[in-house]
């Protein structure tokens, strides 16, 4: 037991530090995207550096999350367990757990291959609207867990133009979209089955027993809230 309570402490410090140090990589992305263009190239070869060493963290975490979660449930008694399966829950209203369900897909494209969906500011401004009202109707229909484009989106999450597309959780993207949605997969329709009619961009939306949703990917810094702690005040 305390040869296993030991490993369960490597891993946990391991883990961390992957969790850390990936962060830090897509920090570095962000930096190197917003660099000047004197450099291009060089830069472009380092963006594609920092993402090729991301995807490989990622797989690391993902594998020693699996073999902590093992080893939690070998030495952890009846109550800690409880705690942990409490923590999983929160962690996953948080977006910090790719999790998987039952849902709907949301296919979302241009309905003309005209440049104006992508240069006139009102039909970008159109778009957003249209995404934020999907994510709003979704929520209303207790929608469990929403990407856009494998973007987690998340209580956090701001939906911006800029430019000539639109940054979710500080990543470039724009049409098609894709809006993956886990929960009831009747209710999830019925509250979105009208948008097939929109006569400005071609949706269809699915019905699936298997999908997917990636975690939440930003890190989240509070500069000013702090958590209470009973008997503190």
Do not use: W
Not at 5 to 20: Q, R
């Amino acid at each position: 037991m305390k040869k296993d309570k030991i490993i369960f402490f490597i891993i946990s410090t391991i883990l961390g530090v992957l969790i850390g140090f990936q962060f830090n990589t897509v920090d570095s992305v962000k930096e190197a995207n917003m660099a000047p263009g004197k450099e291009g190239g060089k830069i472009v070869s380092e963006i594609e550096k920092l993402n090729q060493e991301k995807e490989i963290l990622e797989e690391e975490i993902k594998e020693r999350g699996k073999l902590l979660k093992k080893y939690e449930k070998n030495i952890m008694d009846e109550k800690t367990k409880g705690l942990i399966k409490e923590t999983e829950k929160y962690k996953m209203l948080c977006g910090y757990e790719e999790i998987e369900g039952p849902g709907i897909i949301i296919e979302i494209n241009d309905l003309y291959d005209d440049y104006l969906y992508y240069s006139d500011d009102q039909v970008l401004v159109e778009k957003k609207e249209l995404l934020t009202f999907i994510v709003n109707i979704l929520r209303m229909a207790n929608a469990e867990a929403i990407s856009i484009n494998d973007l987690r989106i998340t209580g956090y999450t701001e939906i911006e133009v800029a430019g000539r597309h639109f940054e979710i959780n500080g990543v470039s993207t724009n049409t098609p979209f894709s809006i993956k949605v886990i929960g009831n997969s009747n209710d999830l329709y019925k509250i979105t089955e009208h948008l097939v009619d929109d006569e400005y961009f071609d949706i269809k939306i699915t019905k699936s027993n298997n999908i997917t949703i990636p975690k939440f990917n930003k890190q989240i810094e509070f500069k000013n809230a702090e958590p209470i702690i009973e008997g503190s005040k």
